[in-house]
């Protein structure tokens, strides 16, 4: 029989690489999960009984582009997060951001750009849906690394202008995954301008902008529309798993210009899977409701000053402006990880499986990612192993 080769150099991946590596290993203590970002925070202390209300509602076909009450509510919350005016018809409803960044790639990325292949920019490391966005639909993956050099965000400007001009998508993640830096808004109007330029769309993964320390992070969609640009140019996605605790729900949406949101609309209709009846109803209510956001973050807050204060004295050790990860630097990831499961219980994930080797260059190799989702005892407990056994 015959398969596609379009995914044959795929690594294994994140979380069965992550298996491979740990499980054969017995831990050296009570383990303490710190890989995957799942949140662990109170959930809206409503949810039960709104989700209860509207239980009768699986039973019927959902609405596919999103229900009006939460097209309605997620409306309103950009108004009040960015001070944006987004209509309804330029909203689209998610089961969670991975399907939405993977299928607006299959709805709005061009079979060909200026007459060769289309190229997709990914940061490096990155969310690992992007490359396989840019794999599905023909294009040509470029990776550009996002390392202490460049702020830890990719530098678009560094990228030669005939890829730019092949240039379709360019994936990024603000606040980013892994390392919890933070698009500035002049980072945005330099991209912005850019994508005008050369005539890209941005798709801005914007998933963990509610956890940030002080200054709520810019927006992409917030400069663009302050520029004036093509109200096609950015589309941004988030979701309510981080922002609500809420990963299990798989409710998200993504926003742009119409004609960019009436294709991604059109491609659900024939191949995508709505989001349930009961969980839009319910979505709409947390999006309409701050007070837990902002009882999460101050808890966030916390595990971060514990974080600083762990790892104060520690050469090379970042505090991240935003998001819930520590980027931590080793000498291997890989050995790093192995190391602390073994001998103290700690799971952290090698950053070489976020990340691709670029001319022998893979810029997560020499570090560890380590989830802060816990209790803030867990946190504790669990970065002192690690600063006692890796940086003693």
């Known amino acids: 029989m015959e398969y596609p080769k379009r995914f044959a150099n795929l690594p294994v991946a994140t979380w069965p690489r992550l298996r491979g590596l740990l499980d054969a290993v017995q831990p050296g203590g009570d383990p303490i999960n710190m890989t995957i970002g799942d949140p662990q925070h109170p959930m809206p202390p409503f949810l039960a009984d709104a989700m209860a209300a509207q239980i ?13 009450a939460l097209l309605d509510a997620i409306s309103r919350w950009l108004n009040r997060r960015y001070g944006v005016t987004v209509a309804t ?33 990914t940061p490096n490391p990155f969310y690992q849906v992007y490359a396989v966005a840019a794999l599905s639909v023909g294009a ?40 919890g830096a933070v698009a500035t808004e002049d980072y945005w109007r330099n991209l912005i301008t850019l994508a ?33 640009a093509d109200p096609e140019r950015v589309v941004i996605f988030h979701s309510l798993s981080k922002r609500s605790n809420l990963a299990g729900l798989r409710s998200a949406f993504c926003a742009s210009g119409p004609k960019n949101i009436a294709a991604i609309r059109a491609l659900r209709a024939y191949a995508g899977a709505p989001l349930p009846g009961p ?53 291997d990831g890989e050995e790093a990880a192995l190391t602390l499961w073994s001998l103290t219980g700690v799971r ?8 691709r080797d670029v001319s022998g260059f893979n810029p997560g ?8 989702c816990g209790p803030k005892s867990d946190v504790e407990r669990g970065l002192t192993r690690l600063r006692d056994t890796l940086y003693q």
């Open 56 to 68: 009768a509602g699986f039973g019927g076909y959902p609405n596919n582009d999103g229900a009006p």
């Open 89 to 121: 018809n330029e909203i689209m409803a998610l089961n969670g951001t991975r399907e939405g960044l993977y299928n607006a790639s299959m709805a709005l990325c061009p079979e060909v750009k200026n007459g060769q292949t289309p190229v997709i920019l």
């Open 140 to 179: 040509e993956p470029v990776y550009l690394p996002a390392t202490a050099d460049t702020g830890h965000l990719p530098d678009f400007g560094a990228v030669p202008a005939d890829v730019l001009d092949r240039t379709a998508i360019a994936y990024i993640c603000s606040p980013a995954n892994p390392q």
């Open 196 to 228: 005008e330029k050369h005539d890209f769309k941005i798709f801005a993964d914007e998933c963990y902008s509610e956890i940030y320390r002080g200054i709520p992070p810019v927006g992409a969609l917030q400069v663009a529309q302050a520029m004036g």
């Open 279 to 331: 969980i839009q109803a319910v979505s709409a209510l947390v999006w309409d409701d701050e007070d837990h956001v902002i009882a999460s973050r101050a808890l966030y807050a916390e595990k971060f000053d514990i974080a600083d204060r762990i790892f104060g004295n520690v050469p090379g050790y970042t505090s991240p402006e935003a998001g819930f990860f520590l980027w931590l630097p080793v000498p």
């Open 348 to 355: 952290t994930l090698p950053g070489a499986y976020l990340s």
């Open 365 to 372: 190799a020499g570090f560890i990612r380590v989830a802060l």
